[in-house]
């Protein structure tokens, strides 16, 4: 993965569908410090909610860190999100780094929408969940067999970063030294 090629997709990380995930501190974590590096590395972001009216809006530390308006949809899949993949089309993105929730269902379906048009799709293993942990392991399986590639958080933003001694790459060394949840505070996590 390159900047100049690569979009990263936050995928459903919404307040309502947080609160049912045992290891949400972890996924929003995660998932800011993904945004936070595309953000250095100027790598392209857009965000989906899957059904916002009842599910309600992506969580606010995520959302203030993308520039566009949250992708809305019904279909479990964000491949339906036409002027979004039109615009990286446009702008020759062939990756899409993936991240949010539910990995079994909106990460999954939306992956292998992706890989059917085209794209070479890789999953952030850390920076997606689901409410049971068979669930996200038999999602990233599957995801995997259909030729998705799985990485993790430091590994994506190392990959896009390519090497030491510039200024970006002292902002990314910052992302990873970073205390995860559990170790101290959560940079940008609001606790409910």
Known sequence: MRPCD?????????????????????IIWNCRRLLDG???????????????????????????????????KLAFSAGGCGELFSLWRAENVERILLCGIETHVCVAQTAFDLLAGGYQVYVAADAVGTRWPIDHEVGLRRM?????????????????????????????????KESPPGNGPIVGFRAN
């Open 6 to 26: 690569t979009g990263l997709l936050l995928i459903d990380a919404q307040e309502r569908l947080l609160k049912v995930v045992p290891d949400a501190a972890r």
């Open 38 to 72: 595309a953000n250095i590395l100027s790598v392209r972001t857009a965000v989906t909610e899957q059904y916002p009216e009842r599910l309600g809006a992506t969580e606010p530390c995520l959302a203030e860190r993308i520039a566009a308006p949250a992708h809305a």
């Open 144 to 176: 995997e067999a259909s030729g998705v590639v799985i990485t993790t958080t430091e590994a994506a933003i190392f990959e896009w970063c390519e090497r030491a001694g510039t200024p970006e790459f002292k902002q990314v060394s910052s992302l990873a």
